[in-house]
């Protein structure tokens, strides 16, 4: 029973650092699904959750991706399906970058202690570069969205990668002062 609270809490906390992440975007920035953001902060969220719980939390970042489309994004300009496998993507992607560069042996995320920046920061740009290329393969495909391939894709980059670093950096700085002051 021990098992499944710990895997319904892992879940439920991945869930809401994604939907926070969302919440926190569209109001530091703007979104569009055919424009994205300058600053994607989901997409930190979705690492950091992957890095600590592991594939475990998928679900809970499924969940939170089509939550976050049929809410925040207002259903992706009404697109329900290519935006919901546009979110089911989205989720996977950071675990697809994950396993590729764990069997190409450049990093291992297995265990948080072994874990340098440098490998996070590779992760995060791999990730983007997939998850901006998956994107823009599914919502052309869909030739419901008007996508312009260059400011897609610049824009997709550009704000998943800023906003990888922007959270994983802040969680990294952040977490061990607030821990500090709690043992303080």
């Known amino acids: 029973m021990e098992k499944y609270k710990n895997y319904l809490a ?3 906390i991945a869930f809401m650092a994604v939907v926070l992440a969302a919440i926190l975007m569209i109001n530091l920035s703007n979104f569009s699904v055919e424009v994205g953001s300058y ?3 989901p997409i930190g969220a979705k690492i950091l959750v992957f890095l600590i719980f592991g594939r475990y939390v998928l679900p809970g970042v499924i969940l939170a991706c089509l939550f976050c489309g049929f809410v925040l994004f207002a259903t992706w ?6 935006g919901g496998i546009g979110a089911i993507m989205g989720a996977i992607t950071p675990l697809v970058s994950m396993w590729l560069i764990e069997y190409f042996k450049l990093a291992d995320y ?3 202690e072994r874990i340098n920046f440098r490998h996070i920061l590779f992760l995060i740009i791999f990730t983007a570069v997939l998850h901006a290329l ?4 599914i919502y052309a495909k869909s030739s419901v969205f008007t996508i312009n391939p260059v400011d897609f894709l610049g824009h997709y980059l550009i704000g998943d990668i800023l906003g990888g ?3 994983i950096w802040t969680v990294l700085k952040i977490t061990p002062l607030v821990l500090t002051t709690v043992k303080a």
Not at 134 to 137: S, V
């Open 10 to 12: 892992s879940n439920l």
């Open 39 to 41: 600053l994607y902060l």
């Open 77 to 82: 300009g009404g697109q329900l399906v290519w």
């Open 110 to 112: 297995s265990k948080l």
């Open 134 to 137: 998956g994107r823009f393969l």
């Open 165 to 167: 670093i922007v959270v």
